[in-house]
């Protein structure tokens, strides 16, 4: 009897130890959270600021294996429809009717997972996607994808759909050192990115999410078949005669009423029902 009162003795006392514990991690991480939670109302107009990534990029380009950081933000304005749409073909094609999170890709995206046993499908939102580059470390560990979600949150409540987009176009990596649509148009074409034809807004954004190993120089066989997916996609709404180029500046029926927007925030999904998350190849 003895025994068994000092056994529960132990018990109690390491299960008080572990709520202690629990919530000395918790008070932690709040205050964390606190240090990094942004000005909204700040963020939410001007020039696009510097993200964690594009930080932490600099602070390793004392290794002369590292190339220059290339990084150029330019207004959502100057972007063309086209670019904005395959942007969302390939990597979120809700984005103008969820909240910050597809149930509906995530769910897509653990059933391929699951049929093909490996991790090769995310369902991450360009909002995620946003928060994550803005805010976040490229660590990848259940501690940041939690802050990812609280910081997506408080990104969708504050920000619009326009800014999410803007921030995205001008902070997401496009090959080692090249972050934003502008820098990596001048670095793969010699051109802005406001002279990107439909091709070559597919060819950029083929390269997420893998851009050091899939980009337009390397042109990897996978590469290529994700480059095909989202022209035949984008041609749809922005035809390409012949072998001529294609045509910038015509939108077909059904495209967006404002220029320079990809849809409004109640426009029903664009174009085709199922192509993401399958072009999300990570």
Do not use: C
Not at 2 to 23: E, P
Not at 44 to 62: C, H, M, T, W
Not at 102 to 114: G, P, V, Y
């Amino acid at each position: 009897m003895a025994r068994r009162r000092r056994k529960s003795r132990r018990l109690s006392g390491a299960l008080r130890w572990t709520v202690r514990i629990v919530l000395l991690l918790i008070v932690a991480d709040l205050l964390y959270l606190a240090t990094i939670w942004p000005d909204w109302k700040q963020l939410a107009v001007g020039p696009v600021p510097k993200s964690s990534f594009i930080a932490v990029y600099e602070q390793r380009l004392d290794d002369k294996d590292w190339p220059r950081l290339r990084w150029s933000p330019v207004p959502l304005a100057q972007l063309p429809e086209h670019l904005q749409r395959a942007a969302l073909l390939a990597e979120d094609i809700r984005f103008y009717q969820h909240s910050g999170f597809d149930l509906i890709a995530l769910k897509e995206a653990l059933d391929k997972n699951l049929e093909r046993r490996e991790l090769a499908i995310g369902g991450s939102t360009i909002s995620q996607q946003t928060a994550k580059n803005l805010f976040l470390s490229p660590a990848r560990n259940p501690v940041r994808k939690w802050h990812e979600l609280i910081l997506t949150v408080g990104m969708e409540q504050n920000l619009s759909k326009r800014r999410i987009l803007e921030i995205y176009l001008n902070t997401a990596e496009f090959g080692r050192g090249i972050y934003g649509v502008e820098a990596a148009a001048r670095h793969y074409w010699g051109i802005p990115a406001s002279q990107l034809n439909v091709v070559q807004s597919a060819e950029l954004v083929a390269a997420l999410p893998s851009p050091v190993k899939h980009n337009p120089l390397s042109r990897t066989p996978a590469y290529e078949r994700r480059v095909t997916k989202i022209v035949n996609l984008l041609a749809r709404q922005y035809p390409i005669p012949g072998d001529t180029g294609v045509s910038r500046g015509e939108t077909a029926p059904g495209g967006p009423p404002e220029a320079g927007a990809p849809a409004p925030p109640d426009a029903p999904a664009p174009i085709d029902d199922h192509p993401a998350p399958g072009l999300r190849i990570i």
